[in-house]
Each structure stands twice: as structure tokens, then as C-alpha cells.
């Protein structure tokens, strides 16, 4: 079964809150990691990876390299120098630098002058069964294209293998491919975590009908969880893809927009199946306290038979066991009661009726088909 049945924990940073903050403040969220950044610079015939940069190497390649794009990966956000730097550097609005050192945002897709921002959920499960749920955020401007991460995680691993391998149009159809072909890695990761939780469904499904106990109604409360969270992430992501299809920007060419439309689909797919899933567990859950209404009626019907069997035998014990006397003190006959204490055999006769009654209502359920349904 896995050890999907203990509770699913949301892991994520603590967010800094400042009431009334000014707009475009970047508060760096608490336990954000040092950032890790490599810089991939290509055209069609070359790829250059510097790896372990700093504001200096950034500007430097961007400089050296004038006829390649650029894609800046960013992981870990835990310097607010080197974002502020980025802004400066680019002319970034302060806004956008605010939204991506605010890792709660939802996916969305903003236009400025001269640049486009978008944001995303990255979500898998880590190594310890926590579901992560964490932000990718991205600047595409003239031939750069910058990604901003919260972990260290190589996400994007085959991006980085396409890049090498230099085929299709991944070198040579601009940033705003590098941004799109992004934005799908992180939906095609939704159908990865989406199939393991398919399959987990199916586990409790099965385990539903085998051995049902308690920690089901459990499992499946977790699932319906987890996909409640997915949710939250596809709906604005569909949101987000449609506006790149749709907008007017130099960056988003009507090539990038053409395969933008393949991602749109696979966003309603993701969508379909998050609604599907929570469908089921939702079934499982009533299923489960349908049969444990079912069990418990099926209990209380036994209990009742018992009652109702045993209800007139304990009446007649009950009305011979009062022993009132047949005779008075001077011997003399008291007239009605219970001459039947003074019988022979009557014990024997009590026990027959006894036992043929409880036999006469066990006949009696019997033909009435009661014991065939326990």
C-alpha cells in the first residue's frame, strides 16, 4: 500500500507579511536557500554552460555572447542584492521583483513594456512523501530568458538535455519558446503526480472491497486533498496559457502561440483528471460510510431477532417467578393464584412453551428470508 496512508504535509516557506508594506518591497522568504545560478547560452550551432555565477558572470556572458539567447536559471531566492541587481540590470519593475520573492502567487501572465512575467506551481513529491507545492516565476526580454526557483531540485533536467542535444527548435526559436517549453515541462509534471495518486486511488479503491477498516475513509480524505491543491495550480494555469496565446507581444511569436495550444490542452486534460479523481474519492468516502451503515444495521437486525425471540420467554418466566402462595397461613386455598406453580410436570410444561415459542418466531424469520440477508 505504500506509505501514502500517513497524513500528506504541504511543505513550504514561511511567507513575511508586512501590513502596509510599500509596493514593490522584497522580503525574502525565511529559510529561502542561497541562490545556485547557471547560465545556458546558445544558438544554433553553440551551447555554452557557465555554472556557479555571480551579477558579474551574468553580464559578462550576456555582453560576450550577443548573437546567442540566454537562459539564466536562478535556484534558491535567498539574496535579495542579486534580485534587486537582475531588476536594475534589465529594468525590471520593482512589482515583478516583489511577486517573485512572494512565493504564494498564483499562476498568472503580466505584459510591461519591453518584457513579459509569468509565474507557475511547481508540485511532486519529495523523497519523504510531502507534497511540495513551490513557485517558478520567469522574465523573457529581448534574447534572455531568466527562471527563478525555491529549491535546489534540477527540475528542468530535460530542457537542459534538448538543449545539448540541439535539435528541433528548442536553440533556435527565441526565448519565448525557452519560456513556453518551461511552462509544459511543469504541466507534464502534473500528469506525473497525477498518475501516482491514480494509482494510490486505485489502491484504496481495492483495499475498499477486500478489507475495508477505518484508515480508508482517511487515505481518500489525503487524496481528495492533494488534488484540491493540484486544482488550485490548473485553473489559473489555464488561465495564464490562455493569455500568452492570446497576447500581442514580440516575445510570444505565433510559432511559440501554436504549441502554447498543445499546452492549453494538456492544462483542460490535468483539469479533467483532477475532477475525475476527487469524483472517486469522494465516492470511496460515502461508499465507506455506506457500508458501515450497512454493517451496523446488519448488526442491530441481530440484536433485534435476539430481543424479540427472548422478549415473551422472559415474560412467562417473569409472570412464574412472582411465587404467590396457592394456600394461607391456616392451609385454606386462596382463590386465582397461579394454580399452574402447583401442577405436575409444570416446569417441564413451562420449558416446552418457552422453547417452542423462541423456536415458532425463529421458523417464522426464518421463511421471511431474514437470516439469508445477515
Not at 534580485?83 to 540590470?89: C, L, N, R, S
Not at 511532486?124 to 534574447?143: M, T
Request: charged residues 25%; glycine residues 6%.
Amino acid at each position: 500500500m505504500g506509505n501514502f496512508n500517513r497524513r500528506v504535509h504541504l511543505k513550504r516557506h514561511k511567507e513575511k507579511f508586512e501590513v502596509g508594506a510599500r509596493p514593490g518591497t522584497i522580503a525574502i522568504p525565511e529559510g529561502a536557500l542561497k541562490p545556485q545560478i547557471i547560465i545556458y547560452s546558445f544558438n544554433e550551432t553553440d551551447l555554452q554552460t557557465t555554472k556557479n555565477c555571480d551579477m558579474k558572470d551574468i553580464t559578462q556572458q550576456i555582453k560576450k555572447c550577443s548573437n546567442h539567447t540566454h537562459w539564466i536559471k536562478i535556484n534558491g531566492l535567498g539574496d535579495a542584492k542579486l534580485i534587486e541587481d537582475i531588476g536594475t540590470f534589465l529594468g525590471i519593475n520593482q512589482l515583478v521583483l516583489e511577486d517573485i520573492v512572494n512565493t504564494h502567487q498564483r499562476p498568472k501572465f503580466d505584459e510591461y513594456e519591453g518584457y513579459v512575467f509569468g509565474t507557475s506551481r511547481i508540485i511532486y513529491f519529495n523523497d519523504d512523501g510531502e507534497l511540495v507545492n513551490c513557485q517558478f516565476s520567469g522574465i523573457v526580454k529581448d534574447n534572455i530568458v531568466i527562471s527563478f526557483e525555491e529549491s535546489h531540485l534540477d527540475y528542468f533536467e530535460p530542457i537542459k538535455i534538448r538543449l545539448k542535444a540541439g535539435k528541433g527548435s528548442i536553440r533556435t526559436a527565441g526565448p519565448g519558446y525557452i519560456f513556453y517549453a518551461l511552462t509544459d515541462t511543469i504541466l507534464d509534471n502534473y500528469f506525473v503526480v497525477l498518475s501516482e495518486l491514480g494509482d494510490r486511488i486505485d489502491q484504496t479503491e481495492d483495499k475498499l472491497y477486500e478489507r475495508p477498516d477505518k484508515s480508508i475513509m482517511f487515505d481518500a480524505q489525503q487524496l481528495k486533498r492533494t488534488l484540491i491543491i493540484i486544482r488550485r495550480s490548473c485553473w489559473p494555469e489555464r488561465d495564464k496559457i490562455n493569455d500568452m496565446i492570446r497576447s500581442e507581444s514580440e516575445l510570444i511569436t505565433k510559432d511559440v502561440k501554436l504549441y502554447l495550444r498543445d499546452a492549453y490542452d494538456h492544462c483542460i486534460q490535468a483539469m479533467d483528471m483532477v475532477e475525475s479523481y476527487k469524483e472517486v474519492t469522494s465516492s470511496i468516502i460515502d461508499l465507506y460510510l455506506s457500508m458501515v451503515s450497512n454493517r451496523m444495521n446488519e448488526i442491530m437486525k441481530v440484536l433485534t431477532i435476539i430481543s424479540v425471540v427472548f422478549i415473551p420467554l422472559t415474560f412467562i418466566a417473569g409472570i412464574y417467578g412472582m411465587n404467590f402462595s396457592r394456600t394461607d397461613d391456616k392451609g385454606h386455598l386462596i382463590p386465582d393464584n397461579m394454580p399452574e406453580l402447583y401442577w405436575p410436570h409444570g416446569y417441564i410444561y413451562a420449558l416446552i412453551l418457552m422453547f417452542g415459542i423462541g423456536f415458532g418466531l425463529l421458523f417464522v424469520f426464518w421463511k421471511k428470508g431474514w437470516f439469508n440477508k445477515l
